[in-house]
Structures are given as C-alpha cells and as structure tokens.
C-alpha cells in the first residue's frame, strides 16, 4: 500500500524548439529499484525515467526520478518480493507519466505521453543480502 510519494527530480532539456524540428523520435528509458526496511514490511521504490531524443540525446530529454514508499506487509521470498516490484510500477507509473506530461507543457511543447509497458516478471532481479 503507498503511504507516500515524491518526486525528486524533475529535469528537462531541450536545445532544439520541437515546434521547428517536427518529429523527434523519442526513447524511453527506466528503472526501478525496491529497498526493503530490516523488517521486510515497509520499501522505498525508486522509479527513474528518461525520455531522449532517438537520433540526437543531446537535443532533448526529460529525467524525472519518483519515490513510492510503501507499507507492504511482511515479504519473505522473492516472489513476495518481485510482487511488490510489479506493484510499486504499476501504482507509481501514473504520478512518473502526469509529472513528465506536466514538464513538457510547462517547458512550451506538446504533453509527452509515456507508454506503460508490461514489466515482464521473470526479468525482475532480486538483490541477494549482503
């Protein structure tokens, strides 16, 4: 359950004006990193995005790091932990896509809609304990 959230990072950069260029293929890049306290019952996710131009990063991007944390109840196999992997994207996803939106309006172009894409489960890694 998400307790909280928090966006941390929000930056854009655009050198070029999107209005004069046209169509830039855009690529997005994420990650998404879930640190559980000592207890297993509370984590802090960390969901990092960035939208770059394709053909040219240095053109235009936009970064935007959002922090979910999360009561999760007691997690104590990797499953239960891929679970709330999967969980902390699908709840954060929303806040990441409307804080890249709002970026991009507010910076003069059009809204830039990021894609939700099916986390596949299996490619989650589980940090083993130090």
């Given at each position: 359950?998400?307790?909280?959230?928090?966006?941390?990072?929000p930056k854009i950069q655009s050198l070029i004006d999107i209005k004069d260029e046209g169509t830039i293929e855009i690529e997005n890049r994420f990650g998404l990193t879930v640190d559980f306290d000592e207890n297993k019952e509370n984590c802090l996710a960390t969901f990092n995005v960035s939208a770059v131009c394709k053909e040219h990063p240095d053109w235009f991007s936009v970064?935007?790091?959002v922090l979910g944390f999360f009561n999760c109840g007691k997690v104590q196999t990797d499953i239960d932990k891929k679970n709330v992997h999967a969980e902390a994207y699908d709840i954060l996803f929303p806040y990441m896509q409307s804080m890249i939106a709002e970026l991009t309006t507010k910076a003069g172009m059009p809204p830039l809609m990021l894609e939700k894409v099916n986390i596949d489960f299996s490619a989650i890694e589980i940090a083993k304990a130090k």
């Open positions: 359950m998400l307790q909280t959230q928090k966006v941390v990072y970064t935007v790091q």
